[in-house]
């Protein structure tokens, strides 16, 4: 494999997933933060639309935690959804299955709590192969340390640390394109 086979994101190769962003956690979080994740997703959700690349949504024990956002749920009504139990979302066997469907091995993982089912599926999926982009800007946890200290983890194990804006552009490839005057006008 060579670098850019795992630095560079391709729209046929890659999978955007969003992991557990329910409204009993969100409320648990620091809102500016909670406001900046979901304006990240949304313009990767957007643009996962525009650009047809697959999207799976988790969300852990919705009982206890509730559904996904509902700005969010509105952006991925046809998204595949796995319901969970195990903070990895590799616990699920929906989960793998939803991905292996697509055929796609670079996954971007967005979502909370970093710390947790974030790190946790992030080190289960490079152990089965996948190349993982963690989109900094677009995972949370209630605390900064925990945060910061999940994605110095991921990285050291191998997910490609990224940005909302890197994805968008590593996706869309060129400018002037109908995808690009449409999507750039969701980063400025």
């Given at each position: ?35 900046r994740l979901s ?6 959700l957007e643009s ?34 796995c319901e969970k ?104």
């Amino acid at each position: 494999m060579s670098i850019k086979d795992t630095f560079f994101l391709e729209q046929d190769k890659a999978l955007l997933v969003v992991i557990d962003v329910q409204e009993k956690l969100c409320a648990a979080m620091d809102e500016k933060v909670l406001s900046r994740l979901s304006k990240n997703i949304t313009i990767l959700l957007e643009s996962a639309a525009e650009l047809q690349i697959p999207v799976l949504v988790t969300e852990q024990y919705v009982k206890g935690l509730g559904s996904t956002l509902p700005a969010l749920k509105e952006k991925t009504a046809h998204a595949s959804r796995c319901e969970k139990m195990t903070f990895s979302c590799c616990g699920c066997s929906e989960f793998i299955e939803s991905i292996k469907a697509t055929g796609r091995n670079q996954i971007i993982i967005t979502g909370m709590e970093t710390h947790v089912c974030v790190l946790q599926t992030v080190i289960e999926l490079l152990d089965a192969g996948f190349v993982v982009h963690l989109v900094r800007d677009a995972v949370m946890s209630r605390s900064k340390q925990n945060w910061q200290t999940a994605l110095d983890a991921m990285a050291q194990a191998g997910a490609v640390p990224t940005c909302t804006e890197s994805v968008v552009f590593q996706l869309l490839k060129v400018a002037g394109t109908e995808e690009f005057k449409k999507l750039s006008k969701l980063v400025r």
